[in-house]
């Protein structure tokens, strides 16, 4: 994949114009200031694909914990519910 590299200065004078590109080719550009990486300038469309990967990530890391934790720090649903409801309600009642 080819790395575009924008500075802000470029960024700001061809704004329409680097968005266009970016609904043609698709590939973001690494926006620097000063020689220094500041931001990426991405669709919304790879932007929002990107964030939902993290999420499906964030899912499969809790679930595969929840699967090696051992069966002694397990909860019934019932158990926890009443223990939430018990939780909740000393902290309204402060």
Excluded at 7 to 12: F, M, N, S
Excluded at 79 to 93: A, F, G, L
């Amino acid at each position: 994949m080819i790395t575009r590299i924008i500075t802000v200065t470029d960024l700001k004078a061809r704004l329409g114009s680097l968005i266009s590109e970016l609904k043609q080719q698709g590939m973001p550009f690494y926006v620097t200031q000063h020689g220094k990486p500041r931001a990426v300038f991405a669709s919304y469309e790879e932007y929002e694909a990107l964030l939902q990967r993290i999420e499906d990530l964030e899912d499969l890391l809790a679930m595969k914990e929840s699967l090696e934790s051992p069966s002694s720090e397990a909860m019934e649903l019932g158990d926890y519910e009443r223990q939430r409801k018990t939780s909740i309600r000393r902290q309204t009642e402060k």
